[in-house]
């Protein structure tokens, strides 16, 4: 049946469509961030897809802050945010992804904490704004609003669920005896953990990293809430990319979205051969 | 080199009992297989021998020294699993060498060992292969190899065959018998396949729902079957069972089989004398199907039987009959002709039946 011709133009029609709305954002921001002001604004009426005249104005503006095209100064350049994001993102991943893959060992291993996988949920049940109002609250009381560990450590503990589910799935799926074997050898259960089961899941622990570093790396709520102006991450400083006069500066928004690209993206395929072998564990002939 | 003891071992997993008061001796460097289908507590037994799970009750010793709070490292116990357990991030070398790496041994020492081993196994062309690579027969050889290389005074497998292609068990069981002769270890092999126990095993233990059915050397095991799940569980095809009612006819006995027929034995002969000791009329009469005769239909002292399918198993023809409308089996030799649908009679000879008390299943009289 999926011989015939008919079933492939549909298959390949399907893809390219679904290629079409996933890529022309991308590309529409690709473009745009080249784009000097005149041609990034409605207010000439002329749209084109590639720019007229390719510029670098608009990176220049958002590290500078200033640039020939704007006449408005920007009070704060773009290398703040960006450290601030790195920083935040790669702390909080780090704290996520250990705890999360500690918590799940244990979990999945030694039959402890019965309705913990299921309380580390709990996070996710309300409305995030719901949970972060009070947060707030916690976190300026104890001083740590505007400060990169109070804002590594909230990433760290609302995507601890998500570490700790998927890494979770993982070990469960490595058999039990591979370290039962591993035992009966005399191995120490501390180096059974380092050496035996976490290389069998490095390529899950690699999908896992990635898919936190993702989630923290494009908080906008978080950052919106417990920072002030010392530690405003990309997200929140790209909403600030406007004036009274100008309007929202679509330019400079796109130029600095193509540099937040730029992380997650390395990263990606920095992994890739790990992301695209997926789980397979081999061997394991049931 | 050392005997194991299990005396009394108990394992519970809350209120289902997984192995009851399992008493067995195990001598030193003799290789004894724990046989019985599934779920009848044989993998338990061998992980609390190994120390991968915990004892509810009763004792394990090696020689005499009690193992049961030993922590499972410190066993001096090799243990092969059905799975292989292969470490797959790791190379076939690193696979074999793990034992040792992990005993500190010294990296020279190592390499000469591993290397012995890698000959042994027929492996040393693969030494620097991801496991990850490796084919199914040859996960297994490594899973030995990475078990023997430290000469573990008692050597655990957990049905190491069961995933192999027919010929290369057939294979593995030869060299798997060599490698007992050349280290001299004591073997606990598991398995649900009777024929792999008995070629290979000095002693079968055969369990069944966590209890012990009977423990003894194949021959015992095959020829004097203790129960009817002994009987039943050892052979292929499995012996044939049919209740019958003893009668006594003056000196004879008669076995009445209802519309199959009558049996009558001699009043002193040794199935008579045991007949006598059955603790109620109602008994099970067993006969393996190679010792059953068949003749002519209308004969005395014989069954009646009608063909209803002929098996032909290579080197047998397996004949499937009726017999009270149960299924009764006898193998023939593999020209045997006989067509589907013929009346004929059955022979059981006087000195190759089993009788078993049809209230316990217990075997009646059997020495």
């Known amino acids: 049946m999926t011989g015939r011709p008919i079933f492939f133009v549909i298959r390949y029609g399907l893809i390219l469509l679904a290629l079409v709305i996933v890529l022309i954002p991308i590309l529409w921001m690709g473009t745009m961030a080249f784009k000097p002001f005149p041609e990034w604004t409605t207010a000439t009426g002329d749209l084109t897809w590639l720019p007229k005249e390719p510029t670098w104005g608009n990176f220049e503006y958002i590290f500078t802050g200033q640039t020939e095209d704007l006449l408005v100064t920007l009070d704060r350049t773009a290398e703040r945010p960006i450290l601030a994001s790195l920083v935040t993102a790669v702390l909080g991943t780090a704290i996520a992804v250990i705890v999360g893959t500690l918590g799940a060992y244990a979990v999945s291993r030694f039959k402890v904490g019965n309705n913990l996988p299921l309380s580390v949920l709990q996070l996710r049940l309300f409305p995030p ?43 469960d799926e490595v058999p039990i005896e591979i370290e039962e074997a591993a035992l009966v050898e005399g191995c120490s259960r501390i180096r059974i953990f380092l050496k035996v089961t976490l290389p069998m899941v490095k390529a899950a622990l690699a999908s896992t990293c990635l898919f936190v570093f993702i989630l923290n790396w494009s908080d906008y709520l978080i950052a919106l809430l417990l920072t002030r102006k010392d530690w405003v991450t990309i997200p929140v400083y790209m909403n600030s990319l406007a004036s009274a006069m100008g309007g929202q500066m679509y330019g400079c928004k796109a130029a600095l979205g193509l540099i937040a690209a730029i992380p997650p993206v390395v990263f990606g395929i920095a992994i890739q051969k790990y992301l695209v072998r997926g789980l397979t564990f081999g061997a394991l002939k049931q | 080199m050392a005997s194991i003891r299990l005396s009394n071992l108990t394992k519970r997993f809350g209120p289902f009992t997984a192995v009851a008061a399992l008493d067995l001796l195990i001598p030193d460097k003799e290789f004894v297989a724990l046989l019985g289908p599934s779920g009848c507590g044989k993998t338990t037994t061998m992980n609390m021998i190994a120390g991968i799970e915990s004892v509810t009750d009763g004792q394990i010793l090696f020689d005499d020294r009690d193992v049961k709070n030993l922590p499972s490292g410190k066993r001096d116990v090799g243990f092969v699993f059905q799975n292989y357990a292969i470490f797959t991030h790791m190379t076939v070398y690193e696979n074999i060498a793990f034992g040792l790496r992990v005993r500190n041994v010294a990296r020279s020492e190592i390499d000469r060992r591993v290397r012995t081993m890698a000959a042994l196994m027929r492996l040393e062309d693969r030494l620097e292969w991801p496991s990850g690579k490796l084919s199914v027969n040859e996960l297994q050889k490594v899973a030995i190899g990475r078990s023997a290389i430290t000469e573990p005074a008692i050597f655990l497998l957990d049905e190491p065959l069961s995933n192999l292609d027919a010929a290369f068990r057939a294979f593995m069981r030869t060299e798997l018998k060599h490698l007992q002769h050349q280290f001299q270890q004591t073997m606990v092999y598991v398995t649900h396949d009777q024929i792999e126990a008995m070629s290979l095993a000095d002693r079968i233990a055969v369990m069944n729902l966590g209890v012990l059915q009977q423990y003894g050397t194949p021959a015992e095991i095959y020829n004097r079957p203790r129960n009817i799940f002994v009987a039943n569980f050892m052979g292929s095809p499995s012996m044939n069972l049919l209740p019958c009612r003893l009668v006594s006819e003056g000196s004879a006995l008669r076995f009445s089989f209802g ?16 007949a006598r000791s059955a603790p109620s009329a109602d008994v099970i009469f067993g006969v393996r199907p190679e010792d059953v005769e068949i003749t002519q239909a209308g004969g005395a002292n014989a069954l009646k039987g009608v063909v209803f399918f002929v098996e032909p198993v290579g080197a047998r023809t397996v004949v499937h009959l009726k017999v009270n409308g149960k299924v009764f089996k006898v193998t023939k030799e593999k020209r045997f002709k006989i067509a589907i649908g013929t009346a004929v009679g059955l022979i059981p000879p006087v000195g190759k039946c089993h009788l078993f008390d049809a209230a316990s299943g217990d075997a009646i009289g059997a020495g």
């Open chain 2, 259 to 274: 519309e199959a027929g009558l049996l009558d034995v001699a009043g002193d002969s040794a199935l008579a004398r045991r």
């Open chain 1, 129 to 171: 704004l719901a949970v972060m109002i009070p947060v707030m609250i916690m976190w300026a009381s104890l001083g740590m609003v505007d400060t990169w560990w109070g804002l590594a450590l909230i990433y760290g503990i609302v995507t601890l669920p998500f570490a700790f589910w998927l890494m979770k799935t993982f070990f």
